[in-house]
C-alpha cells in the first residue's frame, strides 16, 4: 500500500455499523430482555497480530473498531509471516498454516486475529492451486487471519474481520445477502453487507459479543 492514510477515518465506521445491528435484525429471536435472565457468558479476548507489512493506522483502527464488540482488545507486537505458510506457486501464504501457527500460542480464552496486507490463500479439494482469499477463520477456532490485499474498498475490511472472528465463534456462511456472515464465494461482497441477520445476532449476543 502506497499510503497509511487510507484507513484513518473511514474504518472507525465500524462502530456505528455494530451499534445499529439491533434494528436492523428484524427477525431477531425475542426481545433482548431474555439474554438478560441468563448467566453471562464471557465474550473471548482478541489478540490482534500484526503480520508482515500491516500499517500501524490499520492495526490501531481495527483494534478500536473490535473495542465496540470485545472487553478485551489487545495488540501483539508484529511479527513476519512463519517461513512454512509461503505457498510458491501462487507467491501467496496460506491462511490455513497461519491460523495453525497463531492457534497453538493462544492461551485459555484468547482468540489471535492476523491481519496483513499481503495476499493469503487457502485450498480446496479438487482444485490443483491455492486461491486468493480475503480471510479464514476455523469453526469454532481459536485464531484467524484477514488481508486487505482483495478488498476493493479498504474501509470495508472490518467487515472481514468481523467475519472471520464470527466463525471462530462457531458460525457458519449465512444464507442471508445482507448478513455479515455471508459466503464470499470468492468475490467481494463486502459493500453489500451491512449487520448480522436475526439468527446469527442471537447466537452470537449467547457467545457474550456486545452487539
Not at 105 to 121: F, Q, Y
Not at 137 to 158: E, H, I, M, Y
Request: charged share 25%.
Amino acid at each position: 500500500m502506497s499510503s497509511n492514510r487510507k484507513y484513518l477515518p473511514r474504518l472507525t465506521f465500524l462502530g456505528l455499523i455494530l451499534a445499529s445491528l439491533a434494528c436492523e435484525c428484524p427477525n431477531a429471536e425475542g426481545p433482548q430482555g431474555k439474554t438478560s435472565e441468563k448467566t453471562p457468558v464471557r465474550s473471548p479476548a482478541i489478540r490482534i497480530l500484526p503480520l508482515g507489512p500491516a500499517p500501524k493506522t490499520l492495526v490501531d483502527h481495527t483494534a478500536g473498531a473490535l473495542r465496540n464488540v470485545f472487553p478485551d482488545v489487545g495488540i501483539l507486537p508484529a511479527e513476519a509471516m512463519p517461513a512454512r505458510a509461503w505457498y510458491a506457486p501462487r507467491q501467496r501464504w496460506r491462511a490455513d498454516t497461519l491460523i495453525g501457527w497463531m492457534a497453538r500460542r493462544a492461551t485459555a480464552n484468547e482468540v489471535w486475529l492476523g491481519i496483513t496486507t499481503d495476499d493469503i490463500s487457502a485450498a480446496k479439494e479438487g482444485v490443483a492451486q491455492d486461491f486468493g482469499i480475503m480471510g479464514l477463520g476455523l469453526k469454532p477456532g481459536r485464531a484467524c487471519v484477514a488481508s486487505t490485499r482483495r478488498v476493493k474498498d479498504k474501509s470495508q475490511f472490518p467487515k472481514v474481520v468481523i467475519h472471520e472472528l464470527g466463525h471462530t465463534a462457531g458460525l457458519p456462511h449465512c444464507p442471508e445477502p445482507r448478513c455479515l456472515m455471508r459466503a464470499a464465494d470468492r468475490r467481494d461482497h463486502t459493500r453489500d453487507i451491512d449487520a448480522f441477520c436475526g439468527k446469527c445476532r442471537a447466537f452470537l449476543l449467547g457467545k457474550g459479543w456486545r452487539i
